[in-house]
């Protein structure tokens, strides 16, 4: 009988209390979700286990696929995970997409500009992760527009590291051009940990809770993209 292949969650890593509860806090709503299949967690930096190490865990032959928690296809997508995913010959190891971009996302951030009051006489800046992949960088580009869409406005676009322009300078001009507006930093970061920091500290009035929470069941969206990442990725 062929087994049902495991869901690995593959995340980033924070050393982070608050994100190591948001994210993990993920995997279990998932697991919640479907408990037929077997679900773990893994991270490409910071923690361990690492992608090796927890398929290292699953027992002898177990097929799995790796999902991994992140929000554009970057470098951890293309080269560390693609890399662990091509070493494993223990079992056999399918890699899915990542989470981003998807409609599902804007819906998030959509809610969490609606708790800081996001309104007719704000302006919106996108704070994203950044990357030195282009492919990552059109990810971005790509939610940026789909959230401008989504509220019929404006949407500034601000990286954390890597890629131009910068949070801090894509605020500075949007007040530059709109002096009497509140800037609205909408976060675009799966977790708490040192980039929402960052980003709390680039200069906006205002920076929305990232599309998890530590203390909080995680949005019902994200549960469900993950599934699909997964369902996605089934061999046919």
Do not use: W
């Amino acid at each position: 009988m062929t087994r049902i292949p495991a869901l690995i969650g593959i995340s980033h890593g924070t050393s982070s209390a608050e994100g190591q509860r948001a994210v993990t806090g993920l995997i279990t709503a998932i697991a919640t979700a479907r408990p037929d299949l077997v679900v773990a967690q893994g991270f490409v930096d910071v923690q361990h286990p690492d992608p090796a190490e927890v398929l290292d865990e699953l027992e002898p032959g177990q097929p799995a696929i790796v999902v991994p928690l992140l929000l554009s296809a970057g470098y951890h997508v293309h080269v560390d995970l693609t890399k662990a995913v091509e070493a494993e010959i223990e079992r056999p190891v399918t890699l899915a997409r990542p989470l981003g971009p998807d409609d599902r996302l804007i819906e998030v951030l959509e809610l969490r500009l609606d708790d800081v009051g996001f309104g007719s006489g704000d302006e919106l800046v996108l704070a994203v992760a950044g990357s030195s992949d282009v492919r990552a960088i059109a990810d971005c580009q790509v939610v940026a527009e789909r959230l401008a869409v989504a509220l019929g406005r404006n949407v500034e676009l601000g990286f954390l590291s890597a890629a131009e322009p910068r949070l801090g300078a894509a605020i500075l001009q949007t007040r530059a051009r709109h002096p009497r507006a509140r800037i609205v930093v909408s976060s675009y970061l799966l977790a708490p940990g040192y980039f929402q920091d960052l980003a709390a500290s680039a200069g906006g009035d205002v920076i929305t809770d990232p599309l998890l929470r530590p203390d909080a069941p995680p949005p019902a969206q994200i549960v469900e993209l993950v599934i699909d990442r997964y369902r996605d990725a089934l061999p046919s």
